[in-house]
């Protein structure tokens, strides 16, 4: 009798060590998973961070500038999915405005970054995956926001909503410079082992 309940202990603890052994190689698995992301997050923000500060052109009316740094969070989101695309665009295109001194921008511009980001990776998971390249109408519906927030937001900063409508066709330029780069990079890297290990 003992030794029947003793077996039967046995069996148990050892069902719940099978558990447990297999409930961690899925948290290290997880684990893993997660760091990856984290890297190619940030590998993702400094891009877009450099492409931002690189080339640019100051806008003497509100103080900003145009540049191409967009297209680079497109091509984040694209690779990255709309959360990890959005915090690789906003904290890149944030510390680009930091470091080159327009640290008034800063804040709007990490919000508007992020949202861009998100529309345009809600668009794309929307939409069926079998339809082509409906990145671009996501990009198209972002840049449309970031079009009109810069415009609302420079307004706001010099007090007047009439100077600043000549920055919105800057801002429209840069936005299908964007475009024009993420197709010109996706191009490049669809079939290679980088792209099929990125894109989701």
Known sequence: ???KLETVSF??????????????????N????????????????ALVCVATFIIKVPSPITGGYTHL???FIFLGVILLGKKNGAWAGSI?????????????YVLPTFII???MALIMGTFIEKLPS????????????GSIWQVLA?????SLMVGNFLSTIIEIPGNLVQSAAGIVVSAAFLAVFKNTPIGNLLVR
């Open 150 to 154: 810069y415009y609302l937001v420079g």
């Open 11 to 28: 069996k148990e603890y050892r069902i719940l060590y099978n558990i447990l052994k297999e409930s961690d190689n899925e948290v290290e």
């Open 130 to 141: 079998s339809m082509k390249n409906k990145w671009i109408g996501g990009a198209v519906l």
């Open 69 to 71: 740094g967009d297209g």
């Open 1 to 3: 009798m003992d030794t």
């Open 113 to 115: 970054k992020a949202l």
């Open 30 to 45: 997880m684990t893993e998973d997660r760091i990856k992301e984290m890297v190619y997050t940030a590998l993702l923000a």
């Open 92 to 104: 890149g295109a944030a510390l680009a405005d930091f470091i080159g001194g327009y640290s008034f």
